[in-house]
């Protein structure tokens, strides 16, 4: 691998750890990444230069200070996202026009046709199964999903970017519709207990058996 190919890899996996991770220090990405900090070091540098990444200096009640990284809102240009000012400009218009009932009907028929199609994804299958395929397909649109088992049964799935962002900070209804997908395709008791839309680090499902 040519250096700079090697570089433009590490600077990935640095954004893409800050991301999921929230603010880290220098000291944990090294552990991460298994390098040593001063590589780290200056990545995390270029990052700051080019605006993608800011530096806040968190003091102890013992110890010095520590210098957490995290992303910037200009960072989040780097990560998937499928959707375009133009849809944005069209619901403002059709919520102008025609009130907040007619986005609603679009979000419901939204919901209505991915139930349609991938709920021939989860047919035989245990819960654990269904969660696990409901990661992958939100990761093949981009949500950056992963999930786990609690000790008490019940899972929890983590989404760390989302592609409509925009849309839902304006219309939450996008959210209310997601969570209600999740409860049909899980045939499960779905809860959001964190959401990007309101400024969380992830969009965070906790999901548990009917009954």
């Known amino acids: 691998m040519k250096r700079g190919q090697e570089n433009g890899s590490t600077r990935r996996i640095i954004m893409t750890l800050l ?6 220090t220098i000291g944990a990405l090294a552990e991460e990444l298994g390098i040593t900090e ?15 990444a800011r530096n806040r200096i968190v003091r102890q009640a013992m110890g010095r200070p520590m210098h957490m990284y995290s992303l910037t ?3 989040e240009d780097y990560f998937p996202k499928n959707y375009h000012n133009l849809a944005l400009e069209l619901l403002r218009e059709l919520d102008h026009t025609s009130g907040t009932e007619a986005v609603n009907v679009l979000f419901e028929g939204r919901r209505r046709r991915l139930l349609a199609q991938y709920s021939p994804m989860m047919e035989r299958r245990d819960l654990e199964e269904r969660v696990a395929e409901l990661s992958a397909i939100q990761n093949s649109g981009g949500y950056m ?9 019940s899972f929890v799935l983590r989404e760390y970017n989302c592609p409509i962002r ?9 959210c209310e519709c997601e969570q209600h997908l ?16 309101d400024g969380g680090q992830c969009c965070k499902y906790s999901i548990r058996p009917k009954g």
Do not use: I
Request: a negative charge; proline letters at 2%.
């Open 166 to 174: 925009q849309v839902a900070v304006q219309y939450r209804r996008a």
């Open 182 to 197: 999740f409860e049909e395709l899980l045939e499960a008791k779905v809860s959001r207990s964190e959401c990007m839309a």
């Open 19 to 24: 991301k999921m991770k929230g603010p880290q």
């Open 73 to 75: 809102e200009r960072a």
């Open 145 to 153: 999903a992963e999930w786990d088992r609690e000790d008490d049964g």
């Open 38 to 52: 001063m590589g780290v070091r200056r990545h995390v540098l270029q990052l700051e230069r080019e605006g993608l």
